[in-house]
């Protein structure tokens, strides 16, 4: 699993409820590297102080850097964006280096 935090997050219309009730909320997210592809990665938002967030990705993806944006969504639903402020550590520096060229090639089939 992959993490990242972000800074405030700015909700379109508001904070999704089961994000304030149980603190954790699933859907799906997109960052600058995907921007122009229909592809979301999906994602669970834990609330972490203030507005900002923890976002834990289900699969490793490439490129995700500090400053971009994350942008999620219910569905077709855009809920809101926030600008992610640090990354979590990558497969390589978990020691994943073995799995990596699986990984793209799987990255590659999914496009």
């Given at each position: 699993?992959?993490?990242?935090?972000?800074?405030?997050?700015?909700?379109?219309?508001?904070?999704?409820?089961?994000?304030?009730?149980?603190?954790?909320?699933?859907?799906?997210?997109?960052?600058?590297?995907?921007?122009?592809?229909?592809?979301?990665?999906?994602?669970?938002?834990?609330l972490s102080?203030?507005?900002?967030?923890?976002?834990?990705?289900?699969?490793?993806?490439?490129?995700?850097?500090?400053?971009?944006?994350?942008?999620?969504?219910?569905?077709?639903?855009?809920?809101?964006?926030?600008?992610?402020?640090?990354?979590?550590?990558?497969?390589?520096?978990?020691?994943?280096?073995?799995r990596l060229?699986?990984?793209?090639?799987?990255?590659?089939?999914?496009?």
């Amino acid at each position: 699993m992959q993490t990242l935090f972000t800074e405030e997050c700015h909700w379109i219309n508001r904070t999704p409820r089961q994000l304030i009730t149980d603190q954790m909320f699933d859907c799906e997210m997109k960052y600058q590297h995907v921007q122009y592809s229909d592809r979301k990665i999906m994602c669970t938002l834990t609330l972490s102080g203030g507005n900002s967030l923890i976002v834990s990705l289900d699969k490793p993806v490439r490129a995700i850097t500090a400053g971009q944006y994350a942008v999620f969504y219910d569905g077709d639903v855009c809920l809101g964006s926030a600008k992610i402020r640090r990354v979590g550590p990558s497969m390589y520096t978990m020691g994943e280096r073995n799995r990596l060229p699986q990984y793209l090639d799987q990255q590659i089939t999914d496009s």
